[in-house]
């Protein structure tokens, strides 16, 4: 007959035995077993009769954490697994020690905090739940003189809990464990204070940012710092100083739009936090918005990095670029849509952590995200500027002069990222979410309306397969013509002797690239096959 496990229990005594003493009318004689701590015991049997005939053998079992210790009372025995001759009616125990049943408590919760929420009357409590075996959690209000009160018994997986019914200005400290039936975790508490009331003036938000959108339209930003402020005032700074009261925004507030502005126009803006008590040191922030004309919010036709680890490996199908000092760049190209002159122009990257990455000029835009490596990879020639992810999120730098001499040059402007320190910088591709994006403001002319004073012209374009080539260079004596289709494979390949030349090809629709080679000049184009 099996014994039952008693957990927690000091000392259990367990009265294995029938309700009656005979058998067959015989008078029988009986085993008590006790057990002490936390464990179990096998039994053959637990009434015997008197004749002296019957020898029983019983092993203890302790429980997970524990360990046996001996058996004591009428059988006195330091082995596990005693035999006895059942002589007489005997009382025994089977004694265990230890820490408990340990992998069957709860693990211990971390990352306890306490936060202020708005109104002064409540507290956010968060933590992280470590334990995969809780039946509950246990929130404790805790006293100066050690005493505590339950606030709450929460479900399993709980991370959070709202404390509601404060009282402005007084400390309030808490306590948490995770709870089952074999015990708890270790107890945890917010240690520091938390004061619920205005407590005094709030404090002034950070990392203020303006940024132009489009030409009439602004967005601000910032990091709400305080817990107590009632309001934000965005105000706009003119000219001679003096403010204008845009809006008074709610509690926790972290941007605002501002609309119906004019393009092409520096503007500044105060941003202060505010409550009953006073108002926070004001911060400042600056913008000029983009020329009116059009923008263009272009997304790549090609991006994807490369490994010096991996150098025959293409990963442009992956939806993040990553880039680190030691083995990893990525290139980002785009098509510019035929665009005439541009008056700005800035690339915008999304990272998903933090970190630096530098910007390059790529001028060879034959490269393709299907089969770009490290090993076949453009050039990077010129530095354009640096992204600083201080978070994640999206950062912008000013490509304007790089990308105008491209939009009257070719259609087509590359850039290689590359980071300088060992981390992985990871940014998002345009398989991401948030891709890569070229915001381009232009005068809305195209690119037929813009004089062109370059070595080389090809038209028309887009085309159905005839291209002229006139080279102005008087220099010009024999040259060649390459032409890529959009995976950057060479397709065909060609000698000129003229210097206006016409060429026809039977690609398919597509964007394909033009290379004409001469003396020490390379003129590249991209041509829309219709």
């Given at each position: 007959?099996?014994?039952?496990?008693?957990?927690?229990?000091?000392?259990?005594?367990?009265?294995?035995?029938?309700?009656?003493?005979?058998?067959?009318?015989?008078?029988?004689?009986?085993?008590?077993?006790?057990?002490?701590?936390?464990?179990?015991?096998?039994?053959?049997?637990?009434n015997?009769?008197?004749?002296?005939?019957?020898?029983v053998?019983?092993?203890?079992?302790?429980?997970?954490?524990?360990?046996?210790?001996?058996?004591?009372?009428?059988?006195?025995?330091?082995?596990?697994?005693?035999?006895?001759?059942?002589?007489?009616?005997?009382?025994?125990?089977?004694?265990?020690?230890?820490?408990?049943?340990?992998?069957?408590?709860?693990?211990?919760?971390?990352?306890?905090?306490?936060?202020?929420?708005?109104?002064?009357?409540?507290?956010?409590?968060?933590?992280?739940?470590?334990?995969?075996?809780?039946?509950?959690?246990?929130?404790?209000?805790?006293?100066?003189?050690?005493?505590?009160?339950?606030?709450?018994?929460?479900?399993?997986?709980?991370?959070?809990?709202?404390?509601?019914?404060?009282?402005?200005?007084?400390?309030?400290?808490?306590?948490?464990?995770?709870?089952?039936?074999?015990?708890?975790?270790?107890?945890?508490?917010?240690?520091?204070?938390?004061?619920?009331?205005?407590?005094?003036?709030?404090?002034?938000?950070?990392?203020?940012?303006?940024?132009?959108?489009?030409?009439?339209?602004?967005?601000?930003?910032?990091?709400?710092?305080?817990?107590?402020?009632?309001?934000?005032?965005?105000?706009?700074?003119?000219?001679?100083?003096?403010?204008?009261?845009?809006?008074?925004?709610?509690?926790?507030?972290?941007?605002?739009?501002?609309?119906?502005?004019?393009?092409?126009?520096?503007?500044?803006?105060?941003?202060?936090?505010?409550?009953?008590?006073?108002?926070?040191?004001?911060?400042?922030?600056?913008?000029?918005?983009?020329?009116?004309?059009?923008?263009?919010?272009?997304?790549?036709?090609?991006?994807?990095?490369?490994?010096?680890t991996?150098?025959?490996?293409?990963?442009?199908?992956?939806?993040?670029?990553?880039?680190?000092?030691?083995?990893?760049?990525?290139?980002?190209?785009?098509?510019?849509?035929?665009?005439?002159?541009?008056?700005?122009?800035?690339?915008?990257?999304t990272?998903?952590?933090?970190?630096?990455?530098?910007l390059?000029k790529?001028?060879?835009?034959?490269?393709?995200?299907n089969?770009?490596?490290?090993?076949?990879?453009?050039?990077?020639?010129?530095?354009?500027g640096?992204?600083n992810?201080?978070?994640?999120?999206?950062?912008?730098?000013d490509?304007?002069?790089?990308?105008?001499?491209?939009?009257?040059?070719?259609?087509m402007?590359?850039f290689?990222?590359?980071n300088t320190?060992?981390?992985?910088?990871?940014?998002e591709?345009?398989?991401?979410?948030?891709?890569?994006?070229?915001?381009?403001?232009?005068?809305?002319?195209?690119?037929?309306?813009?004089?062109?004073?370059?070595?080389?012209?090809?038209?028309?374009?887009?085309?159905?397969?005839?291209?002229?080539?006139?080279?102005?260079?008087?220099?010009?004596?024999?040259?060649?013509?390459?032409?890529?289709?959009?995976?950057?494979?060479?397709?065909?390949?060609?000698?000129i002797?003229?210097?206006?030349?016409?060429?026809?090809?039977?690609?398919?629709?597509?964007?394909?690239v033009?290379?004409?080679?001469?003396?020490?000049?390379?003129?590249?184009?991209?041509?829309?096959?219709?």
């Amino acid at each position: 007959m099996k014994t039952k496990k008693l957990h927690g229990v000091l000392l259990a005594t367990l009265m294995l035995g029938f309700v009656s003493t005979t058998a067959f009318g015989v008078p029988m004689i009986r085993l008590y077993l006790n057990i002490s701590g936390n464990g179990s015991t096998t039994l053959v049997d637990n009434n015997y009769p008197p004749d002296n005939s019957v020898w029983v053998t019983i092993t203890a079992i302790p429980d997970p954490g524990e360990s046996f210790t001996g058996w004591i009372g009428d059988v006195i025995s330091p082995d596990q697994t005693i035999t006895f001759l059942m002589d007489g009616e005997k009382n025994i125990t089977a004694t265990f020690t230890g820490a408990g049943p340990a992998e069957y408590i709860p693990a211990t919760p971390t990352l306890f905090t306490a936060a202020q929420q708005p109104g002064c009357e409540s507290i956010r409590l968060s933590w992280t739940d470590n334990a995969d075996n809780e039946d509950e959690y246990i929130i404790k209000e805790v006293y100066e003189d050690g005493s505590s009160q339950l606030v709450a018994t929460l479900p399993p997986n709980s991370e959070s809990y709202i404390v509601t019914g404060l009282q402005a200005n007084n400390e309030y400290f808490y306590r948490l464990e995770a709870k089952n039936s074999y015990g708890s975790s270790v107890k945890v508490h917010y240690l520091g204070s938390i004061i619920c009331g205005t407590g005094g003036v709030p404090a002034a938000p950070t990392e203020f940012n303006a940024i132009s959108i489009a030409c009439d339209v602004i967005e601000l930003t910032w990091i709400d710092n305080a817990y107590n402020e009632e309001y934000y005032d965005v105000k706009q700074v003119n000219t001679d100083g003096s403010t204008t009261l845009l809006a008074s925004l709610p509690y926790n507030s972290t941007n605002y739009t501002v609309e119906n502005l004019t393009g092409n126009t520096e503007y500044s803006f105060r941003l202060q936090a505010k409550n009953a008590s006073g108002t926070s040191n004001s911060v400042d922030a600056s913008a000029t918005t983009l020329p009116c004309g059009l923008v263009d919010n272009l997304s790549p036709v090609d991006d994807s990095f490369v490994k010096s680890t991996r150098p025959n490996k293409n990963y442009g199908s992956l939806s993040t670029l990553k880039v680190n000092s030691a083995n990893k760049e990525a290139f980002v190209k785009f098509y510019l849509n035929n665009i005439g002159t541009v008056s700005s122009a800035t690339l915008n990257m999304t990272s998903q952590g933090v970190g630096n990455v530098e910007l390059w000029k790529v001028t060879n835009d034959t490269w393709n995200e299907n089969s770009i490596t490290w090993n076949n990879k453009p050039v990077a020639k010129v530095h354009l500027g640096t992204y600083n992810f201080t978070a994640a999120g999206t950062e912008s730098v000013d490509v304007t002069q790089f990308v105008n001499a491209h939009a009257v040059k070719d259609d087509m402007v590359s850039f290689a990222l590359i980071n300088t320190a060992a981390n992985n910088v990871i940014m998002e591709s345009k398989e991401g979410i948030n891709g890569p994006v070229l915001v381009v403001a232009h005068d809305g002319l195209p690119k037929a309306a813009v004089e062109i004073t370059k070595p080389v012209e090809m038209f028309p374009n887009p085309t159905t397969g005839l291209v002229n080539i006139a080279i102005k260079d008087a220099a010009f004596n024999i040259g060649t013509v390459r032409i890529y289709n959009m995976f950057g494979i060479l397709i065909e390949s060609m000698t000129i002797e003229q210097a206006n030349t016409s060429i026809i090809f039977d690609g398919i629709p597509g964007i394909y690239v033009i290379q004409v080679s001469y003396n020490d000049t390379l003129e590249s184009f991209s041509i829309i096959k219709n």
